[in-house]
């Protein structure tokens, strides 16, 4: 077993820089194989995620070459069948982002029904309902979703609620169907942007990514290309918070300041202070923290993968802050970790009430999911003593060199393996 452990209490200093974004590059490496041919991706974060999704595409029958650290060259000219086992999906969400993809190339795609983070229902009911409006059969069979058409046909889509995962898998699907695909009411994230800048750089014709409407005139093929991804607004945002949190004085580099404004909203009113440049931010905390209410809303709301970092910072604000999540049913589970810790937090079903204490204690937890996990990672720096955090796969999902990146700025944070034997005994 490996987990971290973490010595509280440094703030963190110096500068780090934001890795590749992880929701673009796991919509883009599915997406590569509309092309038929060879595309470079750069700026690819190194994450579990990503080798996944590499895994998979090699499985298919496609060669993938890593060019450096942060480049890969995928070709996708040869594709055995257009499957994507449960073996291979059941560890990530985005793996369904290949019913989309396959379906755009191959005219059928069988996938399984995908894993990832657990917090709440995660319905694919939008996804279903894209593919359906283009002319697709669609049916569930022993947790696969299969679906196939004979020809698809462009057509006017209004989705129900904002969904992220919707909007790309429909896009992806959508970009060879014959005539206009208008999407409405669609999610407005940097990384749909992202992918949408991707396709057209492979030839596809897509326009109004990041407004409500996206409009997809549907060409014949695409080719292959390179192409940079965005730095991840996550993994900037997470640094943002564990600097503010800790009381630091850190320049976040390779960043996109335009996307992390809502949270640079949040962690003024919070008490830090914050600069912005053109491709990086510093964040500087020199008093203590103010209670500060936060709503997560679809983007450029606050987003919901901030939700936990954000509230773990807001445990030493004096008074009572007012956390709301807009986008999950159950997205705070990991505040029963934190209460281990000392925090002060009551959850009312989508709202957390979190009163202020004066100090957080170390102690062992678990990380629940990915950006819990980042909470937890923040709440160690903060506390007093010794945090011992367990199942960190969950962190690393989603985290390039997160222990590195830490102690460069001074943490005290360590990764450590515990044989199984010991873990056995322990039990
Ligand atoms: C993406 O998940 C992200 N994952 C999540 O980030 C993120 O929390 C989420 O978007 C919201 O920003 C990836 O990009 C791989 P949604 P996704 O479809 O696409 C409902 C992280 O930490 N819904 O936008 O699965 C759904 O229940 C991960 O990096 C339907 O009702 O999220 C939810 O309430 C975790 N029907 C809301 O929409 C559907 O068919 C938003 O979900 C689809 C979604």
């Known amino acids: 077993m490996e987990k971290f452990v973490i010595e509280g209490g440094t703030k963190l200093k110096g500068e780090v820089t934001i890795s590749g974004a992880k929701n673009a590059a796991v919509a883009i490496i599915p997406a590569t194989i509309l092309a038929k041919g060879r595309c470079v991706i750069e700026n690819i974060p190194n994450i579990s995620d990503v080798t996944i999704l590499l895994r998979i595409l090699r499985e298919m029958g496609c060669t993938v070459n890593l060019i450096d650290r942060t480049t890969v060259e995928i070709d996708t000219t040869y594709i055995h069948e257009p499957v994507v086992p449960y073996e291979m999906a059941r560890h990530m969400r985005a793996s369904y982002y290949f019913l989309g993809s396959l379906l755009g190339r191959c005219n059928e795609a069988s996938v399984s029904m995908p894993g990832g983070c657990h917090f709440g229902v995660r319905p694919i009911d939008q996804h279903i309902k894209g593919f359906e409006a283009l002319g697709a059969s669609v049916s569930i069979d022993y947790g696969m979703i299969n679906a196939k058409w004979d020809t698809p046909i462009g057509a006017h889509i209004y ?26 009411n669609v999610a407005k994230e940097p990384h749909i942007v992202d992918l949408a800048n991707f396709l057209n750089s492979m030839g596809a014709d897509i326009r109004g990514a990041g407004t409500d409407v996206i409009k997809i005139r549907g060409v014949d093929m695409l080719r292959g290309t390179t192409y940079s991804i965005i ?55 020199r008093q203590p923290l103010i209670k500060t209410n936060v709503k997560t809303l679809p983007h450029p709301g606050f987003p919901t993968d901030m939700q936990p970092q954000i509230t773990v910072m807001l445990c030493l604000a004096k008074g009572t802050s007012i956390i709301t999540e807009g986008v999950w049913d159950n997205r705070f589970k990991y505040v029963d970790e934190l209460r281990r810790m000392g925090a002060n937090i009551q959850v009312d079903g989508r709202v957390a009430v979190v009163e202020g204490v004066d100090q957080l204690t170390g102690a062992p937890v678990k990380a629940t999911d990915l950006r819990a996990g980042a909470a937890l990672l923040i709440g160690g720096l903060m506390a007093d003593g010794m945090t011992e955090i367990e199942d960190i796969y969950h962190i690393e999902r989603g985290y390039e060199n997160v222990v ?16 199984d034997e010991v873990v056995a005994k322990a039990l």
């Open 159 to 184: 989705f129900d609620v904002v969904s992220v995962g919707a909007t790309i898998n429909v896009m992806l699907s959508a970009v060879k169907a014959k005539g206009l695909t208008v999407l409405e």
């Open 231 to 285: 730095p991840d607004q996550i993994e900037a945002g997470t640094y943002m918070v564990a600097t503010a949190a800790t009381g630091g004085d850190v320049l976040i580099k390779n960043v996109i300041p335009k996307h992390l404004e809502s949270i640079t909203d949040k962690l003024e009113k919070a008490g830090a202070e914050i600069t912005e440049y053109d491709d990086a931010i510093r964040v500087v905390r």
């Open 404 to 419: 590195e990146k830490l102690q460069s700025l001074g943490a005290n944070i360590q990764k450590v393996v515990v044989p």
